[in-house]
């Protein structure tokens, strides 16, 4: 597994540098300077949230270098400690569920927004982690409630799309009302985009785009996976009475306000895969594209990959992206890409010439420290001759601790950007 296994982190390390969001921002904030100069706005604010805040602000300050304005950056612990900005006030906050320091950043964002006119340009740098760490709970909630019902859905293994669906209506901020606090200063967002089909409504929730899901939609996300019971009662009245029309829907796509944002996509997990596919080429061997939209539970996935693998001729990478789910019903330590390299691993057993990355581009999965693990034929048979039962660990949803005592965690620390999840697979 060693040489394989070297060669795919050298990959995936490599892909990180060449999709950097620094010079995505960098390159496309020239674009706002240019704006802001010819039409003599009188004030510039910048204001970057997400687990890529810190280095797209970089990139930003960069490009405006000549001009003078005080921007936020709002981020996930530990995501902006290698980065220099002098023009950004720097927050962080948790991720995935929100904190207090989250709301606390979020309530500063909102000051600054509110105080917006038509004079003013405003510059959104947004990326994926941008709905947990921008955070503003609508009036009759607590934080707490929003934590709990944000927790519920995630285990409960909702999608991206279902939970922000429920989020932007439990949300003061969130489903295109940012761009209605800001109206009527123009808006121009530049975003990173870390969900399937570069969807602008979901990315972040959508917060300065128009949202078209309604308060019985976000209820019927929670009939399906039959959270009633358990959700916080202020969750599901705030949501009921929103859906009698005695609290306001998120803004509309008919609303005016939307004719001053324009948002602009910088990066996505499709320019992530091409460009992994390019790496591959170029050292030689054949790559083949199995998704762009890899869904569905994680351990599901990790089955499919394997008998896609089996299958696939010798020298050949298959890679393949996306954001898959996991039920949570085990009480053990993982994260999405873990659980399906594990499940890979199973399939895999015995197999010779396999070898799998799956990994978080942003340097996370799940609530750990590792960005994801990379196995091979040999993962679940070695891990049989030390006592330990792989598919007891799979089935405790506890692949963090399997690979933890095998071998095989990824590590890489924060990145610095993110474009959802990728596999890379080596058959030779």
């Known amino acids: 597994m060693k040489s394989s296994a070297k060669m795919l982190e050298n990959i995936f390390r490599t892909l990180l540098t060449h999709i950097k969001p620094d010079m995505l921002a960098e390159m496309h904030a020239k674009k706002i300077v240019n704006k802001f100069l010819a039409e003599k706005y009188r004030t510039l604010l910048p204001i970057a949230f997400g687990k890529a805040a810190a280095s797209m602000a970089e990139g930003f300050e960069r490009a405006s270098s000549e001009i003078e304005y005080s921007g936020i950056c709002l981020t996930k612990y530990e995501h902006s400690k290698n980065s220099e900005l002098k023009k ?10 929100p904190d207090q320091n989250g709301v606390a950043a979020t309530s500063k964002i909102i ?3 509110k105080d917006a006119d038509k004079d003013t340009l405003v510059a959104l740098l947004i990326s994926g982690g941008g709905s947990a760490l921008l955070v503003a709970p609508a009036e009759v ?5 929003k934590q709990a019902a944000s927790d519920l859905l995630m285990k409960a293994g909702a999608d991206i799309y279902e939970l922000n669906t429920v989020r ?21 967002s530049l975003i990173l985009s870390d969900v399937i089909g570069d969807r602008l409504d979901t990315i972040a929730s959508g917060s300065v785009y128009p949202d078209a899901t309604t308060y ?11 959270l009633h019971e358990k959700m916080p009662a202020r969750v599901l009245e705030l949501l009921y009475r929103g859906a009698e029309g005695l609290v306001p829907e998120t803004p509309k796509q008919d609303m005016t306000l939307f004719n001053d944002v324009k948002n602009i996509i910088i990066g996505s997990s499709r320019m992530l895969i091409d460009s992994a596919k390019k790496i591959v080429e170029d050292s030689g061997m054949r790559a083949d594209i199995f998704s762009y939209e890899l869904v569905g539970e994680a351990a599901d ?9 089996k299958q696939s001729s010798s020298n050949t990478c298959i890679i393949s992206g996306g954001e898959t789910t996991v039920n949570v019903k085990g009480r053990g330590l993982g994260g ?6 594990l499940s890979f691993a199973i399939e895999i057993k015995g197999s010779a010439g396999i070898t799998l990355l799956s990994a978080g581009t942003d340097g996370t999965d799940g609530p750990t420290d590792a960005a994801g693990a990379i196995v091979d034929g040999n993962t679940v048979a070695n891990a049989s001759a030390a006592g330990i039962d792989a598919q007891a660990y799979l089935d405790n949803n506890d692949s963090y601790n399997f690979f933890k005592k095998t071998g095989g965690l990824l590590i890489t620390g924060p ?5 959802m999840d990728i596999q890379i697979i080596v058959v030779k």
């Open 111 to 113: 000051n600054c927004i």
């Open 216 to 226: 019985n939609d976000a209820i019927e996300v929670i009939r399906k996976y039959d």
């Open 301 to 309: 996935a990790g089955r499919i990959l394997a008998q896609r693998a």
């Open 336 to 341: 999405r890409n873990m659980e399906l390299a």
């Open 415 to 419: 990145t610095g950007t993110n474009l």
């Open 88 to 97: 950004f006030r720097v927050y962080e906050a948790a991720h995935p569920l």
């Open 141 to 145: 909630l607590s934080l707490e409630d």
């Open 168 to 188: 932007k209506h439990l949300s003061a901020i969130k489903g295109g009302r940012l761009a209605q606090l800001a109206h009527p200063a123009k808006v121009v």
